[in-house]
């Protein structure tokens, strides 16, 4: 019988809440470094360099090619995030630590402004964030999965039967993740900015 969405997530909350802690501990570290060592903020400019080019070419066009510029740069990343797991969950460790000190480094250079983060994020992140993030999340957890099971299979499970498992639980979420991935680009590129402007003309 084929599962259905929400027993694979159910089958899968752990793997999801490990992702989230990863999340939040690439959050909290990025913040407290940038706290204690403020050099530390040319690296993660460096590093963002390529993530400010992309925001340059998303908004720069037209809505529509922005927002398929966006899902397709996205698409690409949920297929690293998830497939390239299997070294052991280790890029998709790292990406789960990225991505949270993204909005350590946010978070840290608005109070740094005088900018309350929280009607920021409510928002700049929000409005795309309640789509993408689950979406996100979701991937993380299928890539800890698998390269966790490259070293140790289901119990009573062979290593061919333990990837054919989580290859099938990939195909029952992909859609899903896909498709909130979608909604969270056009609510992005359509959406969040006209949000964002209204913040930005109160402060």
Do not use: D
């Not at 922005?66 to 998709?92: D, E, H, S």
């Not at 789509?131 to 070293?151: I, N, Q, R, S, T």
Request: net charge negative; with cysteine.
């Amino acid at each position: 019988m084929t599962k259905t969405f929400f027993a694979v997530v159910r089958e899968n909350r752990s793997w999801i809440i490990l992702g989230i802690m990863f999340f939040i501990i690439g959050l909290v570290s990025a913040y407290s470094a940038l706290g204690q060592e403020p050099s530390f903020l040319e690296f993660l400019e460096e590093s963002l360099s390529a993530l400010s080019k992309l925001g340059e070419e998303i908004f720069s066009g037209s809505p529509l090619m922005g927002a398929i510029l966006l899902f397709g740069n996205n698409f690409i990343a949920t297929m690293q995030i998830i497939f390239l797991g299997i070294f052991l969950g280790l890029p998709t460790l790292s990406a789960a630590i990225a991505n949270g000190a993204v909005l350590g480094f946010l978070s840290y250079q608005l109070v740094q402004e005088g900018i309350a983060p929280l009607p920021f994020f409510l928002t700049g992140v929000l409005p795309h964030g309640i789509f993408e993030l689950p979406a996100f999340f979701l991937c993380v957890a299928l890539g800890l999965k698998l390269g966790y099971h490259v070293v140790f299979p289901l119990p009573e499970r062979s290593r061919r039967e333990t990837f054919l498992i989580i290859f099938r639980e990939i195909g029952i979420l992909l859609p899903y993740i896909l498709g909130l991935l979608a909604i969270a680009a056009v609510i992005e590129v359509f959406i969040t900015p006209l949000l964002f402007g209204s913040f930005m003309k109160m402060i």
